[in-house]
């Protein structure tokens, strides 16, 4: 029975009813549209760009379990991995901006592709912010039977062998792949670049002694660092880590204004409603105000940002600043897709 048919019942049974009770009876009578479910009503998934294990997926899968008690729903991490992050990132500007569909990423997926890559896609107008997650220094590390002891010895080393230095990466224009290339022009060297599809199995390879070096986020590499399997000559940060004092930064260990920091964005679809788009920013909020993930993103050397700097705002003034301060940078540096 269509609604017009049930309006025509409601009005033949009550010939005596008011325009008011009349105009009451159509809206009641016509179904109601879809969209007037509570958000979230299944479950959301987020998608990281690059393999499980690296640092964007174990930062999704710490910010997705605790989001699911904000939301009240189960919260996904997808790995979509492939040309430096920017599938993953394709995969999410594609679907519906119902806020179903997430894309987590670091600088260098949503900000560093952007001018290496001819992206089908807009990283600015295609992407709705949610807020801005945390940011992770650089550590320079090395296989362990390396004959270098510090970041000196290191640099005449990769100077005496560079035709054979290899350092992974998580593909061209990767966070890992211009760290390597600002420690070539900061030293004088030359490193052969070996992509892979994150972070995760390029670290992996540096403990296998398949290759020599990696430039890579603290949070991924800490773990085998305190484990022994790698060894790590300096932070690529202003100040040392928190979670490991023992470290020192690049400018102690004799490397000049060596700074590398990635940090994370979370966003949603272009379109997505605003209401939508609060729900989740306070979810997130919420999620990193909890001690317990707090205490976790630390010892992972993880810096959160403050609350006024994890709104949707702060993330699009914030990621728009990026792409203007590090595209210049990128084609300056010759960076290209061989």
Do not use: C
């Not at 910010?63 to 990132?89: C, D, F, H, K, Y």
């Amino acid at each position: 029975m269509n609604w017009l048919h049930k309006f025509s019942v409601v009005v033949s049974s009550h010939r005596g009813i008011s325009l008011g009770a009349l105009a009451s009876a159509l809206l009641l009578a016509q179904p109601q549209p879809a969209n007037t479910q509570v958000y979230p009503s299944r479950p959301i998934t987020i998608v990281a760009p690059f393999a499980a294990g690296g640092p964007t997926d174990v930062l999704a899968r710490i910010v997705a379990e605790r989001m699911r008690s904000a939301l009240g729903q189960p919260v996904i991490v997808e790995n979509v991995t492939g040309a430096a992050g920017t599938i993953g990132i394709a995969r999410v500007v594609k679907a519906p901006a119902d806020g179903y569909t997430l894309s987590i990423g670091p600088w260098n997926s949503h900000v560093l592709t952007g001018a290496i890559y001819r992206l089908n896609f807009d990283l600015l107008k295609d992407l709705e912010p949610i807020a801005q997650l945390a940011t992770n220094d650089t550590l320079i590390v090395s296989k362990n039977d390396l004959p270098a002891k510090d970041l000196k010895e290191l640099i005449v080393w990769v100077k005496a062998n560079q035709n054979k230095v290899s350092a992974g990466t998580s593909g061209v224009g990767s966070g890992t792949h211009l760290a390597g290339v600002m420690f070539e022009k900061a030293t004088d060297t030359h490193i052969q670049f070996v992509p892979y599809r994150g972070a995760g199995p390029a670290l992996q390879a540096v403990v296998a002694n398949q290759i020599e070096l990696i430039f890579d986020q603290a949070s991924n590499s800490l773990p085998q660092v305190r484990g022994g399997t790698v060894r790590a000559y300096a932070v690529a940060g202003k100040k040392r880590l928190a979670s490991a004092p023992d470290i020192p930064t690049a400018e102690e260990a004799g490397l000049p204004n060596f700074h590398i920091s990635v940090w994370h964005g979370l966003w949603a679809p272009k379109g997505t409603p605003a209401d939508i788009v609060a729900t989740l920013s306070r979810a997130v909020t919420e999620t990193l105000a909890d001690p317990v993930i707090r205490q976790r993103l630390a010892e992972l050397g993880q810096d959160i940002p403050p609350p006024e700097q994890q709104t949707p705002g702060a993330l699009a003034a914030f990621h728009k600043a990026e792409i203007d301060k590090w595209w210049p940078v990128i084609k300056a540096a010759d960076i290209k897709i061989d």
